[in-house]
């Protein structure tokens, strides 16, 4: 079975699963919330605030979503049954990071609108420009949240995942919030994210026994 | 002393040249090539002495000799008397003829265990080369010649030779004309033996992409050299020299690919053989033309004599390589029924046909004033619109072959092309940045499309052959690409040289069809708007810098940054050299030159010009060598033994290149010297055993003394961390895909129901028709009444179900159970016991952990006991079912 | 520790402590630089800290790749001695220009490119020692904390680029004169035997505490197999 047939079982699946389980109510509420606790607090001029809140918002919730998914898989021990299928387990992260990515995008497609009007953001004419440096920093996002999940699952350490990854992330949110010029940094480093968590999470599904 | 001693190198070196060239006539093959080696490394090593002689005086400025006095004096620093070494004719003919002998001896030295009947003609070909050159050095052009008296101080290199790009561009251009001559060489010495093809073909391919890459790197670094010395805005002129190095590059090009048709279908043998020697044949008509001062270029630096001689050498060349493959001509001859020509095939022929067309609009441009003169005419040029209109289409219907080969099929007969709908999203894709950042030119927008195309095919198309090779054999992903990477490095490096074209040819479109420009006199303080940046002149000063008077201009760019430029007085020079303000970036360099200046520093003359992509060009070079250099690599990883077909008894497992193939008979589950950690600490310690297959086997324990671990380990889900462990005698990882584990934990989605669990397994499992598959076997573990309900929902019991149906459900050859029987009725244990004997006596091996003894030797047909560590067979009053008493392993 | 250990730690330690005396006394004595005045002289200790940061987290780094190439333990032991040294070394750091910072421009803390992007830096590897106090398992937590190690390396890149963009309100470049120069090599010596010792004696407090720690194992599953 090919690699893309695989990767479009399992995040058919993911999603399935996600449809019945709604996880990602919560972390969208918190999202909303973030966005509506930061628009009363900062004053609405500088776009620096808007893109900034955005951000905060759309990477603390997509981190919990991310989390919780990963929580999902370990519930009943459900990831080894994959473990075990060649064809899944070598599309295993980008399975997930598919998924991942499409809860992000949710989650982005909901806060954005809320923020631009909190915000009364003017994005003008670089809105394209803006929405492809958001895209790549919601790949940074879900390639490190993924791995990272992963490593940290298991009882009180999964729920240190925003901490741990966040630091991580800070330079992407810096790049997005302020309007980088060039996509051209941020793909690179979406690059090195992807392929040094790709590698990672394979190490990481060898448990030594 | 200095010029004594290189005399004498120079001429032991021809010495051994020459002797190379004679042993060809000796009676003995094998004396014959032992003679030839000694000559040819006798040769290489005095004519290496000899130029690290020259290169010494240069550093040392040792003005007695004539060629270190015309370059070198003592006010220069140190780099830049190197680069003066190699910047005169003298100088330029030993660097040629050392690295000339160096190739020779290269090829010589590189099959020392055979000795085939042509070599000798091929060495002596090779040695003649640097022969000649070294002849010219000793008659003419003496790189030693001393002056009667040494003049107190030697006249400086020229200004604008101090430049980085000069110390390497000689050698990368002497490197690639002297790898050039090997393939003919070889050609020539097995046509010459009647020996066929297959006695050179192998060999030629390195030296065809050394010579390239060199070539190809020196042109790039030349054209670098006069975009940022020469101060007027560009990087090529289509001056007839620096068309001498093109047209053998094109040719080597045209070689490669000719190459690839000869060694896949074994057409196209004179092709490839006129290629070569062509190649030869230009290099040295290109030498002799830049050498003989006919042409006006700004290369005359390194007019020098010796092009009579060169020329000569490039007829002779020309006429054996014609005598050769015609009178050969049968060894020439196309393989008797070559393979039909797949759509690739013909495409990489029109691009060679492209190439060689190209070369020859080149090679026109080159002849052309040189013949005007001979015959008397005045200097008569080939106006760059010519180039325009032969060079550019070609060059634009090469690139689009070139983005579209890898889509075409590469055997005749499968008509689709693949990789369509990625080639055209990556196109689009291209064509879209490219147009948001403002390009929108046609040709330009092309180019970037094909790029975008070139840089994701390859890419692609890699990451879903590492994919298949780890799914196949087991390896992790990082492991996966290092050794698919390290298989395909041809291909590889081929890529990588066809991005680095696409990259140059975006950059000349953008830069010739966009670029922009404007001049303008400015006072301080009045500014110059080009393209939508603004340049204001700050001011012009006059200064002393080194050895040179610097009138300086202070520009700033857009308000922030500031550029200078400069026009540079010398000493001893009296033309200015001008010192170009360059801001570089991805999208377009900007390029400002001081044109001219008012005395008082009232007004300054500022020429801008805005070159877009132009930094693409120097990146497309840099990909090109180092696809040249990828390609020619040596392996990284040891051989592994290639993937054997599975045998029938063994369907599911493909044993992994490097791995010992699986024994036929070999044990279902082989363990020696196994130890397990769990939570840190050693559960299981020095365990050995062996399962055969078909067997049930249980493991009984008390609660957490390591049964579940054990099973984890069998079913590769963790590793040992101690001992070996072989699955159906071959590595653990390969038979994953034919294992069936049971855990503790039920191992379902808790929020998809029963069926849609089984549905995903089966389809995971690439089952045939899997939804009746799952229908089947839910059925079968009678769960078919709640197949539609959430696993969440279900009770423990019927969850065990499902997930046996799970476990079973692509008929696994190694079934692991950990405590099956819980939470099951008596029903259920029914069907599955039969189930599981049905599997049994199809080959499958049953292993599963049981606390209930009575119960374990009721079913199983061997009981092991795991206590304090260590695992043993369980002694037991002597039943029909027992196996014999094992002792315990140490 | 064996005896020649102990002779050539405490030689070790000795030459630091001597070179730091020297560094400081030259320091002291050095001129004042024009245009900033005494407080200049906190930037000998602050650059050789800045480079031995980077220094350190390569450590991190190798030694994180290290682990996941070879899972030995050993390696994951040098990386939590570099983490801890690269979290002092940031701290030092951090202290150094928040200081400068105030006594030159007047503000404890201002979002400039370098105070931001060292402050990140601290914050990465702050991050990977908590990670480290979170996870029980000890094979888990090395592989863990050797990929974060590595991805924080790759990261660095990246924060130094984004930092880029902040405003630069206050420029800061400095002008060395050769003498400054040799004083500022004069400390490069001292906190480069401090960076590789502080990781060489955690390195080897960390060993001692593992084998310990396998020694009381094996002897609790012998005295197990054997009751």
Same mark, same amino acid.
């Given at each position: 079975?090919?690699?893309?047939?695989?990767?479009?079982?399992?995040?058919?699946?993911?999603?399935?699963?996600?449809?019945?389980?709604?996880?990602?109510?919560?972390?969208?509420?918190?999202?909303?919330?973030?966005?509506?606790?930061?628009?009363?607090?900062?004053?609405?001029?500088?776009?620096?605030?808007?893109?900034?809140?955005?951000?905060?918002?759309?990477?603390?919730?997509?981190?919990?979503?991310?989390?919780?998914?990963?929580?999902?898989?370990?519930?009943?021990?459900?990831?080894?049954?994959?473990?075990?299928?060649?064809?899944?387990?070598?599309?295993?992260?980008?399975?997930?990071?598919?998924?991942?990515?499409?809860?992000?995008?949710?989650?982005?497609?909901?806060?954005?609108?809320?923020?631009?009007?909190?915000?009364?953001?003017?994005?003008?004419?670089?809105?394209?420009?803006?929405?492809?440096?958001?895209?790549?920093?919601?790949?940074?996002?879900?390639?490190?949240?993924?791995?990272?999940?992963?490593?940290?699952?298991?009882?009180?350490?999964?729920?240190?995942?925003?901490?741990?990854?966040?630091?991580?992330?800070?330079?992407?949110?810096?790049?997005?919030?302020?309007?980088?010029?060039?996509?051209?940094?941020?793909?690179?480093?979406?690059?090195?994210?992807?392929?040094?968590?790709?590698?990672?999470?394979?190490?990481?599904?060898?448990?030594?026994? | 002393?200095?010029?004594?001693?290189?005399?004498?190198?120079?001429?032991?070196?021809?010495? &051994?040249?020459?002797?190379?060239?004679?042993?060809?006539?000796?009676?003995?093959?094998?004396?014959?090539?032992?003679?030839?080696?000694?000559?040819?490394?006798? &040769?290489?090593?005095?004519?290496?002495?000899?130029?690290?002689?020259?290169?010494?005086?240069?550093?040392?400025?040792?003005?007695?000799?004539?060629?270190?006095?015309?370059?070198?004096?003592?006010?220069?620093?140190?780099?830049?008397?190197?680069?003066?070494?190699?910047?005169?004719?003298?100088?330029?003919?030993?660097?040629?003829?050392?690295?000339?002998?160096?190739?020779?001896?290269?090829?010589? /030295?590189?099959?020392?265990?055979?000795?085939?009947?042509?070599?000798?003609?091929?060495?002596?070909?090779?040695?003649?080369?640097?022969?000649?050159?070294?002849?010219?050095?000793?008659?003419?052009?003496?790189?030693?010649?001393?002056?009667?008296?040494?003049?107190?101080?030697?006249?400086?290199?020229?200004?604008?030779?101090?430049?980085?790009?000069?110390?390497?561009?000689?050698?990368?251009?002497?490197?690639?004309?002297?790898?050039?001559?090997?393939?003919?060489?070889?050609?020539?010495?097995?046509?010459?033996?009647?020996?066929?093809?297959?006695?050179?073909?192998?060999?030629?391919?390195?030296?065809?992409?050394?010579?390239?890459?060199?070539?190809?790197?020196?042109?790039?670094?030349?054209?670098?050299?006069?975009?940022?010395?020469?101060?007027?805005?560009?990087?090529?002129?289509?001056?007839?020299?620096?068309?001498?190095?093109?047209?053998?590059?094109?040719?080597?090009?045209?070689?490669?690919?000719?190459?690839?048709?000869?060694?896949?279908?074994?057409?196209?043998?004179?092709?490839?053989?006129?290629?070569?020697?062509?190649?030869?044949?230009?290099?040295?008509?290109?030498?002799?033309?830049?050498?003989?001062?006919?042409?006006?270029?700004?290369?005359?630096?390194?007019?020098?004599?010796?092009?009579?001689?060169?020329?000569?050498?490039?007829?002779?060349?020309?006429?054996?390589?014609?005598?050769?493959?015609?009178?050969?001509?049968?060894?020439?001859?196309?393989?008797?029924?070559?393979?039909?020509?797949?759509?690739?095939?013909?495409?990489?022929?029109?691009?060679?046909?492209?190439?060689?067309?190209?070369?020859?609009?080149?090679?026109?441009?080159?002849?052309?004033?040189?013949?005007?003169?001979?015959?008397?005419?005045?200097?008569?040029?080939?106006?760059?619109?010519?180039?325009?209109?032969?060079?550019?289409?070609?060059? /634009?219907?090469?690139?689009?072959?070139?983005?579209?080969?890898?889509?075409?099929?590469?055997?005749?007969?499968?008509?689709?092309?693949?990789?369509?709908?990625?080639?055209?999203?990556?196109?689009?894709?291209?064509?879209?940045?490219?147009?948001?950042?403002?390009?929108?030119?046609?040709?330009?927008?092309?180019?970037?499309?094909?790029?975008?195309?070139?840089?994701?095919?390859?890419?692609?198309?890699?990451?879903?052959?590492?994919?298949?090779?780890?799914?196949?054999?087991?390896?992790?992903?990082?492991?996966?690409?290092?050794?698919?990477?390290?298989?395909?490095?041809?291909?590889?490096?081929?890529?990588?040289?066809?991005?680095?074209?696409?990259?140059?040819?975006?950059?000349?479109?953008?830069?010739?069809?966009?670029?922009?420009?404007?001049?303008?006199?400015?006072?301080?303080?009045?500014?110059?708007?080009?393209?939508?940046?603004?340049?204001?002149?700050?001011?012009?000063?006059?200064?002393?810098?080194?050895?040179?008077?610097?009138?300086?201009?202070?520009?700033?760019?857009?308000?922030?940054?500031?550029?200078?430029?400069?026009?540079?007085?010398?000493?001893?020079?009296?033309?200015?050299?001008?010192?170009?303000?360059?801001?570089?970036?991805?999208?377009?360099?900007?390029?400002?030159?001081?044109?001219?200046?008012?005395?008082?520093?009232?007004?300054?003359?500022?020429?801008?010009?805005?070159?877009?992509?132009?930094?693409?060009?120097?990146?497309?070079?840099?990909?090109?060598?180092?696809? &040249?250099?990828?390609?020619?690599?040596?392996?990284?990883?040891?051989?592994?033994?290639?993937?054997?077909?599975?045998?029938?008894?063994?369907?599911?497992?493909?044993?992994?290149?490097?791995?010992?193939?699986?024994?036929?008979?070999?044990?279902?589950?082989?363990?020696?010297?196994?130890?397990?950690?769990?939570?840190?600490?050693?559960?299981?310690?020095?365990?050995?055993?062996?399962?055969?297959?078909?067997?049930?086997?249980?493991?009984?324990?008390?609660?957490?003394?390591?049964?579940?671990?054990?099973?984890?380990?069998?079913?590769?889900?963790?590793?040992?961390?101690?001992?070996?462990?072989?699955?159906?005698?071959?590595?653990?990882?390969?038979?994953?895909?034919?294992?069936?584990?049971?855990?503790?934990?039920?191992?379902?989605?808790?929020?998809?129901?029963?069926?849609?669990?089984?549905?995903?397994?089966?389809?995971?499992?690439?089952?045939?028709?899997?939804?009746?598959?799952?229908?089947?076997?839910?059925?079968?573990?009678?769960?078919?009444?709640?197949?539609?309900?959430?696993?969440?929902?279900?009770?423990?019991?019927?969850?065990?179900?499902?997930?046996?149906?799970?476990?079973?459900?692509?008929?696994?050859?190694?079934? /692991?159970?950990?405590?099956?029987?819980?939470?099951?009725?008596?029903?259920?244990?029914?069907?599955?016991?039969?189930?599981?004997?049905?599997?049994?006596?199809?080959?499958?091996?049953?292993?599963?952990?049981?606390?209930?003894?009575?119960?374990?030797?009721?079913?199983?047909?061997?009981?092991?006991?795991?206590?304090?560590?260590?695992?043993?067979?369980?002694?037991?009053?002597?039943?029909?079912?027992?196996?014999?008493?094992?002792?315990?392993?140490? | 520790?064996?005896?020649?250990?102990?002779?050539?730690?405490?030689?070790?330690?000795?030459?630091?402590?001597?070179?730091?005396?020297?560094?400081?006394?030259?320091?002291?004595?050095?001129?004042?630089?024009?245009?900033?005045?005494?407080?200049?002289?906190?930037?000998?200790?602050?650059?050789?800290?800045?480079?031995?940061?980077?220094?350190?987290?390569?450590?991190?780094?190798?030694?994180?790749?290290?682990?996941?190439?070879?899972?030995?333990?050993?390696?994951?032991?040098?990386?939590?001695?570099?983490?801890?040294?690269?979290?002092?070394?940031?701290?030092?750091?951090?202290?150094?220009?928040?200081?400068?910072?105030?006594?030159?421009?007047?503000?404890?803390?201002?979002?400039?490119?370098?105070?931001?992007?060292?402050?990140?830096?601290?914050?990465?590897?702050?991050?990977?020692?908590?990670?480290?106090?979170?996870?029980?398992?000890?094979?888990?937590?090395?592989?863990?904390?050797?990929?974060?190690?590595?991805?924080?390396?790759?990261?660095?890149?990246?924060?130094?680029?984004?930092?880029?963009?902040?405003?630069?309100?206050?420029?800061?470049?400095?002008?060395?004169?050769?003498?400054?120069?040799?004083?500022?090599?004069?400390?490069?010596?001292?906190?480069?035997?401090?960076?590789?010792?502080?990781?060489?004696?955690?390195?080897?407090?960390?060993?001692?505490?593992?084998?310990?720690?396998?020694?009381?194992?094996?002897?609790?599953?012998?005295?197990?197999?054997?009751?």
């Amino acid at each position: 079975m090919s690699g893309t047939r695989a990767m479009a079982i399992l995040v058919a699946k993911d999603l399935r699963i996600e449809m019945r389980a709604i996880s990602l109510a919560g972390p969208l509420i918190l999202a909303i919330i973030a966005a509506c606790a930061l628009g009363l607090a900062l004053p609405a001029g500088p776009l620096r605030h808007g893109s900034g809140a955005l951000c905060m918002a759309v990477l603390v919730a997509g981190l919990l979503s991310i989390e919780r998914g990963m929580a999902l898989e370990r519930q009943d021990d459900a990831l080894a049954s994959l473990l075990l299928i060649p064809a899944a387990r070598a599309v295993l992260y980008p399975a997930k990071l598919a998924a991942c990515l499409v809860h992000l995008a949710t989650i982005s497609l909901v806060v954005t609108p809320l923020c631009i009007v909190f915000f009364s953001m003017d994005l003008g004419d670089s809105l394209g420009r803006v929405a492809l440096a958001g895209g790549l920093g919601l790949v940074a996002i879900a390639a490190l949240g993924t791995v990272f999940s992963a490593a940290l699952a298991g009882g009180a350490s999964s729920r240190l995942l925003p901490a741990v990854v966040a630091p991580l992330l800070l330079p992407v949110v810096l790049l997005v919030a302020r309007g980088t010029p060039s996509p051209g940094v941020l793909l690179a480093f979406d690059a090195v994210f992807v392929a040094a968590g790709w590698i990672g999470f394979d190490a990481l599904m060898e448990e030594v026994a | 002393m200095t010029a004594q001693l290189g005399e004498f190198l120079l001429i032991v070196g021809g010495a &051994g040249l020459l002797a190379a060239i004679a042993a060809a006539v000796l009676r003995t093959l094998a004396t014959r090539a032992r003679a030839a080696r000694a000559g040819l490394i006798v &040769g290489s090593a005095a004519l290496l002495g000899a130029l690290a002689l020259f290169i010494a005086a240069h550093a040392r400025a040792d003005l007695q000799l004539a060629a270190v006095a015309a370059r070198c004096d003592a006010s220069l620093e140190i780099p830049w008397r190197i680069v003066a070494a190699w910047s005169g004719g003298e100088g330029y003919l030993l660097l040629w003829a050392s690295l000339a002998s160096c190739v020779a001896s290269a090829v010589a /030295l590189g099959r020392r265990r055979v000795v085939c009947r042509g070599e000798p003609i091929t060495l002596a070909a090779l040695a003649s080369i640097p022969l000649v050159l070294v002849g010219v050095m000793l008659s003419d052009a003496d790189p030693f010649r001393t002056l009667a008296t040494a003049p107190a101080e030697g006249h400086a290199l020229h200004p604008q030779l101090r430049h980085w790009a000069m110390a390497v561009h000689p050698p990368l251009l002497c490197l690639g004309m002297s790898a050039s001559a090997a393939p003919f060489a070889l050609v020539a010495g097995a046509l010459w033996a009647r020996r066929g093809d297959r006695h050179w073909v192998a060999r030629v391919r390195p030296w065809v992409i050394l010579a390239w890459a060199s070539l190809g790197a020196g042109i790039a670094v030349g054209a670098f050299w006069a975009y940022v010395q020469l101060g007027w805005g560009g990087y090529w002129a289509w001056d007839p020299i620096e068309n001498a190095a093109l047209v053998p590059w094109l040719l080597l090009t045209a070689l490669l690919h000719a190459l690839m048709g000869h060694e896949r279908r074994g057409v196209g043998k004179v092709w490839t053989a006129a290629l070569s020697a062509a190649a030869l044949t230009l290099t040295l008509l290109g030498a002799a033309v830049a050498r003989s001062g006919l042409v006006q270029s700004v290369h005359a630096f390194a007019a020098a004599e010796g092009a009579g001689v060169l020329a000569i050498a490039a007829a002779l060349v020309a006429v054996a390589a014609a005598t050769l493959i015609i009178a050969r001509g049968d060894l020439l001859a196309p393989d008797s029924s070559p393979a039909p020509a797949a759509t690739r095939d013909i495409a990489i022929t029109i691009g060679s046909t492209l190439l060689v067309g190209m070369a020859a609009a080149a090679l026109l441009g080159l002849i052309t004033p040189v013949a005007v003169r001979i015959m008397g005419g005045v200097g008569l040029g080939v106006a760059p619109a010519f180039y325009r209109r032969t060079f550019v289409p070609a060059a /634009l219907l090469a690139g689009v072959l070139m983005a579209l080969a890898p889509m075409l099929p590469a055997a005749p007969g499968r008509a689709r092309w693949r990789g369509l709908g990625i080639a055209t999203s990556a196109a689009a894709v291209g064509i879209a940045l490219a147009f948001l950042s403002g390009v929108r030119h046609p040709a330009v927008l092309a180019c970037a499309a094909v790029l975008a195309m070139m840089a994701s095919l390859p890419i692609l198309q890699g990451a879903s052959e590492v994919l298949e090779f780890s799914r196949a054999s087991g390896y992790g992903i990082a492991q996966a690409a290092l050794r698919v990477l390290d298989r395909t490095r041809r291909r590889i490096g081929g890529q990588i040289a066809h991005l680095g074209f696409a990259c140059v040819m975006l950059g000349v479109a953008g830069s010739s069809l966009l670029a922009a420009r404007a001049t303008a006199a400015l006072a301080p303080g009045e500014s110059l708007t080009l393209a939508g940046r603004t340049l204001r002149l700050i001011g012009v000063r006059e200064s002393r810098r080194g050895d040179a008077n610097e009138v300086r201009a202070e520009v700033t760019l857009d308000g922030n940054a500031t550029l200078r430029p400069a026009q540079r007085f010398h000493d001893g020079y009296d033309a200015p050299t001008p010192s170009v303000a360059l801001d570089s970036g991805l999208a377009a360099d900007l390029y400002v030159v001081l044109a001219g200046w008012e005395p008082n520093g009232a007004r300054a003359t500022i020429e801008a010009r805005v070159n877009p992509l132009v930094a693409w060009i120097w990146i497309g070079a840099g990909l090109m060598a180092v696809g &040249g250099g990828v390609s020619l690599s040596p392996r990284l990883l040891p051989r592994g033994t290639p993937i054997v077909a599975a045998s029938p008894r063994a369907p599911h497992v493909s044993p992994m290149p490097g791995a010992e193939a699986p024994i036929p008979d070999a044990p279902a589950i082989h363990a020696r010297g196994l130890a397990c950690r769990a939570g840190g600490v050693d559960v299981l310690r020095d365990a050995s055993f062996d399962i055969a297959a078909g067997t049930m086997t249980a493991i009984l324990g008390c609660n957490g003394v390591g049964k579940t671990t054990l099973l984890r380990v069998l079913a590769t889900l963790a590793r040992p961390s101690a001992g070996t462990l072989r699955l159906f005698g071959g590595e653990p990882e390969a038979a994953r895909g034919s294992i069936g584990l049971l855990g503790h934990q039920h191992m379902l989605y808790r929020d998809l129901t029963a069926l849609e669990n089984l549905v995903l397994a089966a389809r995971l499992h690439s089952l045939a028709d899997p939804r009746s598959r799952a229908i089947e076997e839910i059925a079968r573990f009678d769960m078919s009444h709640r197949a539609d309900e959430r696993v969440g929902r279900l009770s423990r019991g019927e969850a065990q179900r499902v997930a046996l149906a799970r476990t079973l459900l692509h008929r696994p050859r190694l079934v /692991l159970l950990d405590e099956p029987l819980t939470g099951l009725d008596t029903e259920a244990v029914v069907v599955l016991c039969e189930t599981l004997r049905d599997m049994m006596r199809r080959g499958s091996t049953v292993v599963l952990t049981l606390h209930d003894p009575a119960a374990a030797r009721r079913i199983a047909d061997r009981v092991l006991v795991i206590e304090r560590g260590r695992l043993a067979d369980a002694i037991e009053p002597a039943s029909p079912r027992s196996a014999e008493r094992v002792e315990a392993s140490p | 520790m064996t005896r020649s250990r102990r002779h050539v730690a405490r030689g070790f330690w000795a030459l630091t402590l001597a070179s730091l005396a020297l560094a400081i006394s030259l320091a002291v004595r050095a001129p004042t630089e024009v245009s900033m005045g005494t407080v200049q002289k906190v930037f000998y200790l602050h650059l050789p800290v800045a480079i031995h940061t980077f220094v350190a987290a390569l450590a991190v780094f190798v030694a994180g790749a290290g682990y996941l190439a070879m899972r030995d333990a050993r390696w994951d032991a040098l990386g939590h001695a570099a983490a801890e040294v690269t979290l002092l070394n940031g701290t030092v750091l951090l202290l150094t220009g928040s200081f400068w910072a105030r006594i030159a421009w007047g503000q404890w803390w201002t979002w400039s490119p370098r105070l931001t992007f060292s402050l990140l830096l601290w914050l990465l590897y702050a991050a990977l020692l908590v990670v480290r106090s979170m996870v029980p398992s000890p094979e888990r937590r090395a592989l863990v904390c050797a990929i974060y190690g590595v991805v924080a390396f790759l990261d660095v890149p990246l924060v130094y680029l984004s930092v880029k963009l902040l405003p630069d309100i206050h420029p800061e470049s400095i002008q060395l004169t050769n003498e400054l120069r040799v004083v500022l090599a004069a400390w490069f010596v001292p906190i480069t035997l401090l960076t590789l010792g502080l990781i060489a004696a955690r390195y080897g407090v960390l060993r001692a505490g593992a084998s310990a720690e396998a020694d009381r194992a094996a002897s609790v599953a012998a005295a197990g197999a054997h009751p």
